[in-house]
């Protein structure tokens, strides 16, 4: 079939773009045509950029007259339409270096150049690649207020979508608002469909998180900014409506008292409501309404009574969805399940579980790092860990799979999942060492990213939870003592806790399990006791003490091992630290340390005597009697039970 005679080969267009000898009239051609033929084509636009094309259209843009109109107005055009929605076409304008000629379109007497400029420039503003502003720099301050004091709309919007991408501190929200920014925001939501979008993502951006500034765009200076970006939520158009309700729960999340119960579940039925759009709005809604409920019980239940999860659940149920909106739906669903027992039953009564399982092995990274934290809020459901629903091999075998993602992100997803699972309280833990999870965890325990070695001594910390010998054996034998006392002694306190956390698991029961802490001559022991002397975060010192706690338990051996943990040198001036943290200000360090005496003192053991006598020594007993009326009931209530062991043993003199 002949090619339409108006349709040029790309190598000739970029011949002709290139060609110091060609007249304006046919590059002015050429860039048409290059234009037309990117349009909303991503294939047509990655075969330009490989073949040269966006350094030839920047070149004719840098070398053509500010009175050359249509020339400038091509390529302005040309250049955005590489970039429109398309990041290797933002790379690829800011690599041939169009940002600046661009700019300069702004300042032409054309009016048709400039909006030609400021509609490339928005292009590329909507890239996460686009240069930023400092607007702490008065220079910059001056040259945004100069866009929104134009009369072009495009060049308004330019000046609002510089701000939603550059406005990043609270020092800049303070500036911008300090030099009317906000106020000029609020006063373009009466423009155009353009400035008003516009202007509600950049307040939104300028108010996030800074009460401060929420506080003067409800306030009386800002006339009824509030109640015009409400009246917004009814918006003909679904965009408007969705950006409404952003900057509606931006407010909400800065400054929770602002909204009555009535605009909250407004939110909630129109958010809802616009997952039906087909396009970019419901694809972003459901993220919307995730951080409208996100860890806020009050809301989920709102949002639980309006349908949410049928509604969500009949979305997953279509299938065949994109990757974003899939990934927002998966998220939504993990806030709402979050928190409350009858939004993780209604979620399972709908059976939608494969879908969710089917979203582990997905293309995208972004969605099996949401199928996680689906699955994680989902199987916080004790009654369903206990019923052993989720310790079967079609979850924990993509799952398992997943700890060697390539992604990091997922990976620590997919660890959070699995540390919820494997709490599992029936005996079916043996099925996830089976499927090589616990060697999968043990291998990520010793990774050099901080997030991941957290999250897999946190998952091995819960298979260990509650279980029997043989597991518990099978766990240690991968895991290894001198692993074990090395991440006890990590650089962070976080991995340290969770590590202590492990092992207080796994000297939990009965006495042979406390031998553990003995093995390669008490190296996890001595780590412990070291960790216990030199901590400063009380968590730490929480999970140690529960430790010494449960190996005091033991027999007499393991008891005299504990003693020497707390006082690890005679005739040490230095505070014990058992006074230490018996004299803390968290309740729960002082319930463990509580603990900890009271199986050192039992009266039925052979040595408790002198053990007690020794702790009368220390003053341990002494403190211990100060908290007779400690304010902490469990406190309390341990306390009396070790002044009543000690009436056994006498005043503890010698």
Not at 589 to 615: D, E
Request: charged share 20%.
């Amino acid at each position: 079939m002949p090619t339409s005679a108006s349709t040029h080969r790309p190598e000739d267009l970029l011949t002709r773009l290139r060609s110091a000898n060609a007249e304006a009239d046919a590059k002015l051609k050429a860039l048409r045509e290059v234009k037309n033929q990117i349009i909303g084509n991503r294939t047509k636009k990655l075969s330009y950029i490989k073949l040269g094309a966006v350094p030839a259209v920047v070149s004719v843009l840098a070398a053509t007259a500010d009175d050359c109109s249509s020339v400038l107005v091509q390529s302005a055009a040309a250049i955005g339409s590489f970039a429109c929605g398309f990041e290797a076409g933002v790379q690829a304008v800011l690599r041939a270096g169009a940002f600046p000629h661009l700019l300069r379109l702004l300042s032409n007497s054309n009016g048709k150049v400039v909006d030609a400029g400021a509609r490339s420039l928005r292009m590329i503003y909507q890239s996460k690649l686009a240069p930023k502003y400092d607007f702490l720099q008065e220079k910059n301050m001056e040259f945004l207020l100069s866009l929104l004091n134009s009369e072009n709309e495009n060049v308004t919007g330019l000046g609002a979508s510089i701000i939603t991408h550059s406005c990043e501190t609270s020092a800049e929200q303070n500036a911008l608002c300090d030099a009317g920014v906000l106020k000029k925001l609020i006063g373009l939501l009466q423009g155009s469909l353009s400035q008003r979008d516009a202007s509600l993502e950049s307040i939104a951006t300028v108010i996030r998180s800074n009460p401060e500034v929420v506080s003067k765009f409800v306030g009386p200076e800002n006339g009824r900014a509030l109640s015009a970006v409400t009246e917004l939520t009814k918006d003909r158009y679904p965009r408007t409506r969705l950006l409404a309700c952003m900057c509606l729960i931006v407010v909400r999340n800065t400054s929770p008292g602002l909204q009555d119960l009535a605009i909250r579940t407004k939110l909630i039925l129109i958010l809802l409501e616009l997952l039906d759009d087909p396009g970019q709005v419901g694809d972003e809604a459901s993220f919307a309404l995730s951080s409208l409920i996100a860890e806020k019980e009050d809301l989920q239940k709102l949002a639980f009574e309006e349908n949410a999860i049928d509604k969500l659940c009949n979305h997953l149920q279509k299938g065949s969805l994109q990757a974003k909106r899939f990934q927002g739906i998966l998220l939504a669903l993990a806030d709402l399940c979050s928190k409350l027992e009858n939004c993780r039953s209604r979620f399972l009564a709908l059976q939608v579980m494969n879908s969710v399982i089917d979203a582990l092995t997905h293309d995208s990274g972004e969605v099996r790092a949401a199928a996680c934290i689906c699955l994680r809020s989902v199987s916080r459901s004790v009654k369903n860990l206990s019923a052993g629903n989720f310790m079967n091999e079609t979850v924990v075998i993509p799952l398992v799979q997943l700890l060697s993602d390539t992604s990091t992100s997922v990976q620590v997803a997919a660890l959070g999942a699995i540390s919820n699972i494997v709490v599992d309280f029936t005996t079916h833990k043996s099925i996830f060492m089976q499927c090589g999870g616990v060697k999968q965890l043990v291998q990520l325990s010793k990774s050099m990213d901080p997030t991941i070695r957290l999250n897999s001594v946190w998952g091995l910390r819960n298979l260990m939870f509650l279980a029997d010998n043989r597991c518990k054996e099978g766990i240690f034998l991968e895991l290894t003592a001198s692993l074990l006392a090395s991440l006890i002694c990590d650089p962070e306190p976080s991995v340290q806790e969770q590590a202590l956390g492990l092992v207080r698991n796994l000297v939990d029961g009965c006495i042979n399990s406390v031998e553990y802490v003995f093995v390669e001559d008490s190296i996890i022991l001595q780590a412990v006791g070291k960790q216990l002397q030199s901590t400063l975060k009380a968590e730490v010192g929480i999970q140690g003490m529960y430790v010494l706690s449960n190996v005091a338990t033991g027999n007499e051996f393991h008891k005299e091992a504990v003693m020497h943990q707390l006082f690890p040198q005679a005739g040490n001036s230095t505070q014990p630290i058992i006074i230490k943290f018996l004299q803390s200000n968290d309740s729960r360090l002082r319930t463990a340390a509580v603990w900890t005496v009271l199986n050192l003192t039992f009266p039925r053991s052979l040595g408790a005597y002198g053990r007690f006598v020794k702790l009368c020594s220390a003053g341990v007993l002494s403190q211990i009697k100060n908290m007779a009326n400690d304010p902490c009931l469990d406190v309390k209530l341990r306390v009396r039970t070790v002044l009543g062991q000690s009436l056994t043993f006498g005043d503890g003199s010698t």
